[in-house]
Nanobody, 115 residues
């Protein structure tokens, strides 16, 4: 049984920072590419950041230079450090494999950025 639990979201003003955490259980974490996704109100869920098994990194263009994804395989945690937040970053943030597994979606964590 795979479970992802996201945490660290909250309300922040534009220009502020948050760090999200995703804790995995029932899972061989180090063998998988991990990613953060987000879903804004009324929009589809999109990939935000990817960290591969070999710790290669990829980001959607709108967050490059502002967000950093990292992983701690010993703790089964993937992080997303978010700086210089803008209102367009407002969304529910989820972690999952890349490519995503439909049965692995958790509850996500809400990030709200006020202007």
């Amino acid at each position: 049984q795979v479970q992802f639990v996201e945490s660290g979201g909250g309300l922040v003003q534009a220009g502020g920072s948050l760090t999200l955490s995703c804790a995995a259980s029932g899972y061989t974490f180090s063998r998988n590419n991990m990613a953060w996704y987000r879903q804004a109100p009324g929009k589809q869920r999109d990939l935000v950041a990817l960290i591969t098994r070999a710790e290669g990194l990829n980001y959607v263009g709108s967050v490059k230079g502002r967000f950093t994804i990292s992983r701690d395989n010993a703790k089964n945690i993937v992080y997303l450090q978010m700086n210089s937040l803008v209102p367009e970053d407002t969304a529910v943030y989820y972690c999952n494999n890349f490519p995503a597994r439909d049965d692995y979606w958790g509850q996500g964590t809400q990030v709200t950025v006020s202007s």
